[in-house]
């Protein structure tokens, strides 16, 4: 409630709006009314009261529109943030799913190559293990290339050649590995291979040997029981 006049004390407790209303005079301060007869201030007391409600009133909207502001924004900057991760997260499955579609694109590429060579190497022997040194030698020359076997040369560039010029190159490069070649047993007399003086070893030692020395056994005339 506004009072009329006011002392020193009680003009110090009001806020800065409410100050500017009185003027100082001898006794402390006094509401600056004009044309309001002293002993009637009631109905001025009351529209000073609804001013000063209505004052508040504006300045508690004001409030909440600014707290209504800032919770919007932190909404859209939450949902922004939502959105970001989500993103992220698609990119990165999007990724994974690309590796290892292109690592099964690789193992099925590699399948088919090495198939292709063993049927090719199974087409010069009929020996496991003959067939096998084979497959390796002849997997190196070639490639899938648009969904197709290609023929590599020796330095792994495309070739125009066909897999059967590819085969007859294997039984002349390594006819010991071949059925039927005189050449096979070429390097059984002497004893020297490589492979120790053993012509004959089990499959399990045979496989526990590198690709060099299986090669060299079975070019010595060696043979697997």
Known sequence: MIKYNVS???????????QGLYSQGDDGFTLNVEGVPKEDVSGLKRKIDELLTEKKTAQQK???AEELAK???AE?????????QLY?????????????????????????V???ATDV??????????????????????ALVDG?????????????STINELTSSIKAEYPFLIDGSQAAGGGATGGSSGAGDTKQVSRQDFESMDASKRMKFVKSGGKII
Not at 76 to 84: C, F, I, Q, S
Not at 88 to 111: H, V
Not at 131 to 141: M, P, V
Request: glycine share 2%.
């Open 76 to 84: 859209k900057l939450r949902k922004a943030n939502d959105y970001e």
């Open 88 to 112: 992220n997260s698609s990119e990165s499955e999007r990724e994974k799913a690309s590796k290892e579609l292109a690592e099964l694109k690789a193992t099925i590429d590699r399948q088919k």
């Open 148 to 160: 197709e076997v290609r023929v590599l040369d020796g330095s792994g560039n495309l070739t125009v």
């Open 121 to 142: 190497a199974f087409q010069l022997t009929k020996d496991p293990a003959r067939a096998k040194l084979l497959t390796e030698q002849i997997s190196t020359r070639l």
């Open 114 to 116: 090495s198939n292709e």
């Open 71 to 73: 919770a919007e924004s």
């Open 62 to 64: 004001a409030v909440e």
């Open 8 to 18: 020193q004390e009680e003009f110090s407790t009001l806020d800065e709006s409410q």
